[in-house]
């Protein structure tokens, strides 16, 4: 893509749009790349349904369907956690757990750290799998080798558990700091995020 590219500028309007609080603007131009062929703006839709805003009422179904879309044709591993998050939460549908699984657990391979935590999450708490803490903590240590904060506390909390004290220590007041500085700098951060 040059710089003249057109559909290159309606992302850069799209991104600002929704930056600044224009979800009306940012969804129709989303939908206008959808249009033209743009398939990575299909999750974008979704997104602005699930969380509304900036003149776009929430429509839980509508992202679903979006989401579901986005995930048919694009593939987009974004699809795939905005699908489990309402599956998840049970945001417009029945909270499915099982099902809310099997979607980070196809993408928790591309080591998304998102899936990566709430792979986790279900394997410590049961939800949708059997409850399994070794594998619990094998994710959330993946996710947490990657910058996921939360993760870092937890994989912290079970090092300590297994006597590994200090190495539990370091890395929880590790997720204390990133945790800190995150939130002061780049709140919008992946690693800040839980589901």
């Given at each position: 893509m040059n710089k003249g590219d057109p559909v290159k500028k309606l992302w850069r309007r799209a991104v600002s749009a929704r930056k600044n609080g224009r979800s009306e603007e940012?969804?129709?131009?989303?939908?206008?790349?959808?249009?033209?062929?743009?398939?990575?703006?299909?999750?974008?839709?979704?997104?602005?349904?699930?969380f509304g805003g900036g003149g776009v009422e929430k429509g839980f179904e509508l992202a679903i369907q979006w989401y579901t879309r986005s995930k048919n044709e694009a593939g987009d591993e974004w699809a795939y956690i905005g699908l489990a998050r309402m599956?998840?939460?049970?945001?417009?549908?029945?909270?499915?757990?099982?099902?809310?699984?099997?979607?980070?657990?196809?993408?928790?391979?591309?080591?998304?750290?998102?899936a990566l935590y709430q792979m986790g999450v279900c394997y410590l708490k049961g939800y949708g799998v059997e409850h399994n803490q070794e594998r619990a903590f094998q994710f959330f240590e993946d996710a947490a080798a990657r910058g996921h904060v939360f993760s870092m506390g937890l994989a912290g909390m079970q090092r300590m558990r297994a006597g590994r004290m200090m190495s539990g220590v370091l890395l929880r007041a590790r997720a204390i700091l990133n945790g800190v500085l995150l939130e002061l700098f780049r709140k919008n951060d992946l690693r800040l995020r839980t589901v």
């Open positions: 940012a969804m129709a131009t989303f939908q206008q790349l959808v249009s033209l062929g743009d398939v990575n703006a299909i999750a974008e839709v979704a997104n602005i349904y699930e599956f998840f939460l049970g945001k417009g549908v029945e909270r499915n757990y099982e099902f809310a699984f099997s979607l980070y657990e196809k993408i928790a391979n591309t080591k998304n750290i998102i």
